[in-house]
Antibody, heavy 112, light 110 residues
Framework: EVQLVESGGGLVQPGGSLRLSCAAS????????MHWVRQAPGKGLEWVGN????????NYVDSVKGRFTISRDNSKNSLFLHMNSLRAEDSAVYYC?????WGQGTTVTVSS | QAVVTQEPSLTVSPGGTVTLTCGSS?????????PYWLQQKPGQAPRTLIY???NKYSWTPARFSGSLLGGKAALTLSGAQPEDEAEYYC??????????FGTGTKVTVL
């Protein structure tokens, strides 16, 4: 069964950092472009960024450029989202996605 | 970055047909935007229904279809069922830049 499972969410103070992880299983992870998508409470979906199959190509939405970094470890079938300088507006459910397959999401709350 | 616009809400009768559209602030939506359509119900993760304009997955109900219509991507639901009541999002790819979700359409089956 193809599966994505996110972890690492939690409560963090403004200006703080957090690393989200996504464990992939049931498919050849290294063959797929992977994405992070977020959804603030009561709001729509927002594409955060993606990373190419070998990790060399990355794209980000303007609002997170310079603060968030996506990485992957193909040997461990894992995707990561490193978040720095967090703001209240980064509070959301963060989804890992292959675009056809989605994780269940992990919640990030930025608050003092 | 581009703004992708959808109808805020649409209502369809059970068994009826409704078409959702997805427009781009940069101009006409084409197959080169590789339009995706996703369904999301409250408290659930999104579920992808359509990829690359009109292609379906094994789990996509036959009553959903995708197309390009008048410079926009379109999702048509034919024979609406109560379980189709949900929020629907399109997703467009902008080459070399990234991807952008539409604003979302809340579909009510009533």
């Amino acid at each position: 069964e193809v599966q994505l499972v996110e972890s690492g969410g939690g409560l963090v103070q403004p200006g703080g950092s957090l690393r989200l992880s996504c464990a992939a299983s049931g498919f050849t992870f290294s063959n797929h472009l992977m994405h992070w998508v977020r959804q603030a409470p009561g709001k729509g979906l927002e594409w955060v960024g993606n990373i190419g199959e070998d990790g060399s190509a990355k794209n980000y939405v303007d609002s997170v450029k310079g603060r968030f970094t996506i990485s992957r470890d193909n040997s461990k079938n894992s995707l990561f989202l490193h978040m720095n300088s967090l703001r209240a507006e980064d509070s959301a459910v963060y989804y890992c996605s292959r675009k056809d397959v989605w994780g269940q999401g992990t919640t990030v709350t930025v608050s003092s | 970055q581009a703004v992708v616009t959808q109808e805020p809400s649409l209502t369809v009768s059970p068994g009826g047909t409704v078409t959702l559209t997805c427009g781009s602030s940069t101009g006409a939506v084409t197959s080169g935007h590789y339009p995706y359509w996703l369904q999301q119900k409250p408290g659930q993760a999104p579920r992808t229904l359509i990829y690359d304009t009109s292609n379906k997955y094994s789990w996509t109900p036959a009553r959903f279809s995708g197309s390009l219509l008048g410079g926009k991507a379109a999702l048509t639901l034919s024979g609406a069922q109560p379980e189709d009541e949900a929020e629907y999002y399109c997703l467009l790819t902008y080459s070399g830049v990234g991807e952008v979700f539409g604003t979302g359409t809340k579909v009510t089956v009533l």
